[in-house]
């Protein structure tokens, strides 16, 4: 195998770097990951070098990586000052929040159109992509220091139950996410459909209840 090497980051190269990572969010969420090679997005990012991709970032799914690491550096950066908020209180909506809330400000912050829930959504349905995509998200000091809070506060159900509704939690913030943002994308600003703020306080609502909820009973069939 040959070895593209990599240029230094800086002026020129890096320029070219953040219009690539852009072009893939953005065909990504429009099209799918399947539908976008690393040709196809050297061509929509106006390389003439086949080879762009592969110099600038490397493979496609280094691309995605570096796109989900970009605008997770962003929200553990809101995230970091609400997790401190956060601390040493008793209740679970305000460690909720501090896990939730930095994702729908970052989105509102991306403005109308924005590309992001729509691609992490389709990054997180990729079976390949999936678990490189959570390790990515989900391992940075800040995050670990929220997901901790919330699951140290989450209701009394064994261990089984949390982590079913933990990764209910997570389809909700993704997926809603996604949906709202297709939907701002094709409205715009109009009336009618929630902004990123009551999107963000109506699943920390909805989270929250979810994992205080008590411990399931069995249902008697028959």
Avoid: K
């Amino acid at each position: 195998m040959v070895t593209v090497p990599r240029p230094q980051p800086g002026g020129r190269s890096a320029a070219t770097r953040a219009r690539l990572l852009a072009t893939a969010e953005r065909l990504i969420a429009e099209d799918g990951v399947a539908q976008v090679s690393s040709r196809r997005l050297g061509q929509e990012a106006g390389q003439a070098n086949n080879s762009a991709v592969a110099y600038h970032v490397g493979t496609m799914e280094e691309v995605i990586l570096a796109v989900l690491r970009r605008h997770g550096e962003a929200m553990d950066r809101i995230r970091a000052g609400m997790v401190d908020a956060a601390e040493g209180s008793a209740e679970l909506r305000d460690h909720v929040a501090a896990l939730v809330l930095p994702t729908t400000l970052h989105l509102a912050e991306l403005g109308v159109p924005s590309y992001y829930a729509r691609f992490a959504a389709h990054v997180v349905s990729d079976p390949a992509l999936r678990a490189p995509a959570l390790s990515v998200t989900t391992s940075t000091p800040v995050m670990q220091r929220a997901l901790l809070a919330v699951a140290a506060h989450a209701g009394d159900a064994a261990g089984p139950t949390i982590l079913t509704r933990s990764a209910m939690a997570r389809h909700a913030i993704i997926h809603t996410c996604a949906e709202r943002e297709a939907e701002l994308a094709e409205a715009g600003n109009r009336s009618g459909i929630p902004g990123w703020a009551e999107t963000g306080e109506i699943l920390v609502d909805g989270i929250t209840v979810l994992l205080a909820a008590p411990p399931p009973r069995r249902t008697a069939v028959g």
